[in-house]
């Protein structure tokens, strides 16, 4: 098929949006290709339509496990195979999915970055026939980036073990200059123009009005906002406690409001994201865990409480309003302490190397992990509770936090907070075998039959979730004896059952070492810390300026030149000073030295009152007049 039947057949789009096609061809053409699409500019069918074109298998690196899980879940629902294979899933599913990888069986195979260093994938990955290699997030490879994640490092070694002629597309929704050249670099683009291409849709956002104001009372400025753009709305805060605060606050209001944040369980943040996305909820309030690859077109108006770390995440935030290409709205509110606590946590955030080994050492002996032990062929997972881990050492604050956060940043372990997640099952066999199952296996049919009464045809091929009590109810048995079937019947491959998840993870993704030898690197977490500062002082010079365009000042920083927006808070005060000062040249004009009834005036400008009264009270605060009942005059 033709891309354009491709996108038709499975998609059922009639024509690309502006710029995809030239990057699909770009990658037709197996020239590594580097694609900057603003978010909600639909990035993923830049690689899906291509991979669909070509024969083979399309790896797709992907930081996050929800969204990797989402993906696959949209394409099987179009017809197409794919897998996802991430930290913490069981051995035999990754086999499974590896297997159907390199007998062709499947288009997309999902993977982490961390997945890449594991010998046993990499020896599988040279028996399967790839087509293309997809780097989704790709900003996550530098680190001047503003969300750097050290395993994405590992892509340039592994593509020295697939074939040299298969094509790599990088995508990102934002990326600086600077930023932009370390992907290719890293990702070992090659030097000559001729075999890469880089594609940039511009950043702007014709559509979207972005405003900050500075404000002491947020709560205030939250309603009228709220108040004065009807429709959907995000509301972001910075921390877990003040999403439920402000989601209590707008309910009190009136407002229907619900929060958001990544500490709820799977089952919670799924049904509060559905009821948003299906307009049962107007307002969600949220951490910057929510929005990642959500489409909902509608939104009407995005609200930072408080300022993210960078213009980069600021602007893919912001960027979830209006993406249907009607009017919509990003406000940001600060105070002057805000932009002190954003500098003061950047600091707080780069400790002492003493510290950042004290942290280790706590790690590896709450994991019981002895020195030497190897995580370098295959990563070792083990369960981790942060209250459990602080509780146990006797420690307590930030310091601790942010020690764990470098180790992340330079490879040593992963923590992944996001595995909470609940029950699941997929059938693995259709209906007719498990119908030929159960006549040998009577016991089972009961089962059966309540699982396909309660769930349908859902689980045919896809994932499900469930509650183990739920069946046990309908059976009136207990809970272990439906987790005793559901485990059965996995191993005779009848279905694939997960059970839920209801602890962190922390993967320890090299060998483990003495905590006084740990090869961390200094310089390079002083070169993060200049950046990330550089980071936080573009975001205070965007909150603060009052007299350049908020769209002109954005992509000024993604290196793109713009002219004024006209519709951003700083554009529309200059119109209203403007047209201020035509106005009152005319009024002035009229009045010379006399004093005149403000209906006499209004006639003779050939307006009504009502709308020379607003201009009359803005000249009065400018000194231009004075107003003595219904006289006017110049000052």
């Not at 288009?107 to 989704?136: H, Q, T």
């Not at 892509?155 to 990102?172: D, V």
Request: aromatic fraction near 10%; proline fraction near 3%; charge should be neutral.
């Amino acid at each position: 098929m033709t891309i354009h039947e491709i996108l038709h057949k499975y998609w059922e789009y009639d024509k690309f949006r502006p710029m995809q096609e030239d990057i699909i061809q770009s990658v037709l053409q197996n020239r590594d290709t580097l694609a900057l699409l603003p978010t909600g500019g639909g990035k993923s069918i830049c690689f899906q339509v291509p991979a669909m074109a070509k024969k083979g298998v399309c790896i797709v690196v992907s930081p996050l496990i929800a969204l990797m899980k989402d993906q696959v879940q949209q394409l099987q629902k179009r017809g197409i195979n794919a897998e996802a294979i991430f930290t913490g899933m069981p051995k035999r599913w990754q086999e499974k999915a590896l297997e159907k990888a390199v007998n062709g069986e499947i288009k997309f195979l999902y993977v982490s970055p961390e997945r890449l260093k594991s010998r046993d994938f990499k020896e599988r990955v040279k028996y399967m026939p790839i087509c293309l290699l997809a780097i989704d997030e790709a900003h996550c490879i530098s680190q001047w980036g503003y969300d750097f994640r050290p395993p994405y490092l590992e892509i340039a070694e592994f593509r020295q073990i697939i074939p040299p002629q298969i094509p790599i597309i990088a995508l990102t929704a934002t990326a600086t200059e600077k930023v932009k050249i370390d992907i290719q670099e890293k990702l070992h683009f090659p030097k000559d123009d001729t075999k890469k291409s880089v594609f940039q849709k511009s950043f702007a956002r014709e559509n979207l009005s972005y405003s900050v104001f500075r404000v002491e009372d947020k709560e205030t400025k939250l309603l009228q906002i709220l108040n004065n753009v009807k429709g959907t709305a995000v509301v972001y805060v910075r921390n877990r406690k003040s999403t439920q605060l402000v989601a209590q606050m707008l309910q009190k209001r009136g407002i229907s409001a619900d929060f958001y944040h990544a500490g709820l369980s799977t089952d919670v943040r799924s049904q509060k994201q559905d009821d948003w996305i299906n307009n049962k909820i107007r307002v969600i309030v949220s951490t910057n865990a929510f929005g990642m690859g959500i489409d909902k077109p509608d939104v009407r108006v995005v609200v930072h409480l408080e300022m993210p770390d960078s213009l980069e995440a600021y602007y893919q935030e912001a960027g979830r309003a209006g993406r249907d290409e009607k009017k919509a709205y990003a406000v940001a509110l600060y105070h002057n302490k805000d932009l002190e606590t954003l500098e003061n946590r950047v600091l707080e955030a780069y400790p002492p190397l003493q510290t950042i080994q004290d942290a280790y050492q706590m790690l590896a002996d709450y994991c019981q992990l002895s020195v030497g032990n190897s995580g370098e062929d295959e990563i070792q997972t083990f369960d981790f509770d942060w209250g459990d881990f602080q509780t146990k050492f006797n420690i307590s604050g930030t310091q601790t936090f942010y020690a764990v956060k470098k180790l992340e940043e330079q490879g040593f372990v992963q923590i992944n907070e996001n595995s909470v997640q609940a029950s699941q099952f997929m059938f693995v066999v259709d209906k007719m075998k498990r119908y030929e199952f159960q006549t040998f296996h009577t016991g089972y049919a009961p089962f059966f039959k309540v699982l396909e009464r309660i769930y349908g045809g859902q689980g045919e091929g896809f994932w499900v979730r469930f509650s183990e009590i739920e069946i046990a109810n309908a059976l009136k048995t207990t809970k272990e004896e439906i987790i005793r079937q559901l485990t059965y019947l996995d191993s005779v491959n009848m279905i694939q059952y997960q059970p839920a998840q209801t602890k962190s993870q922390i993967f320890w993704l090299t060998q483990r070492y003495e905590a006084e030898k740990l090869p961390f690197n200094l310089l390079k977490m002083e070169e993060r810390k200049h950046a990330h500062l550089a980071q936080i002082r573009a975001v205070a010079n965007y909150a603060q300026s009052g007299h350049r365009c908020r769209t002109e000042m954005l992509l000024a920083y993604f290196g793109e030149t713009y002219d004024q927006c006209g519709v951003c808070d700083v554009c529309l005060e200059k119109k209203k000073s403007e047209k201020l000062a035509h106005s009152s040249t005319s009024i002035l004009a009229l009045l010379g030295n006399e004093k005149m009834e403000i209906s006499t005036l209004a006639q003779k400008l050939n307006i009504s009152e009502k709308d020379l009264v607003p201009t009359l009270r803005e000249m009065l605060d400018h000194q231009l007049v004075e107003i003595d009942g219904v006289f006017v005059k110049r000052f």
